[in-house]
Nanobody
């Protein structure tokens, strides 16, 4: 059974930083595409960043230059370093695993795995 457990969310002032972690069990973070999505109530979910099995990364335009996705294969954990946070980054952030990705394109599968989410709140 696959479990993705996010941590690291919280409240921060604009310009601050947070690092999200996604600890995986039952799934190898180096196996395929993994990434972070975010959602604000009443809005569609948005892909933030993803990393493929070769370590290639892709980012939404809104976070390029500010966010960095990475993984630690030995710890079976994926990370999202978020710097220069803005109020518009406020959202629930979800760890997602096992989907198709190539370049900036992402296609979710019926069996794509999702974590429970961690809230990020950025105040101005």
């Amino acid at each position: 059974q696959v479990q993705l457990v996010e941590s690291g969310g919280g409240s921060v002032q604009a310009g601050g930083s947070l690092r999200l972690s996604c600890a995986a069990s039952g799934y190898s973070v180096s196996r395929g595409c993994m990434g972070w999505f975010r959602q604000v109530p009443g809005k569609e979910r948005e892909g933030v960043a993803h990393i493929d099995s070769n370590g290639r990364t892709s980012y939404a335009d809104s976070v390029k230059g500010r966010f960095t996705i990475s993984r630690d294969n030995a710890k079976n954990t994926m990370y999202l370093q978020m710097n220069s946070l803005k109020p518009e980054d406020t959202a629930m952030y979800y760890c997602v695993a096992d989907f198709w990705c190539e370049g900036g394109a992402v296609v979710l599968r019926p069996n794509t795995h999702w974590g429970q989410g961690t809230q990020v709140t950025v105040s101005s």
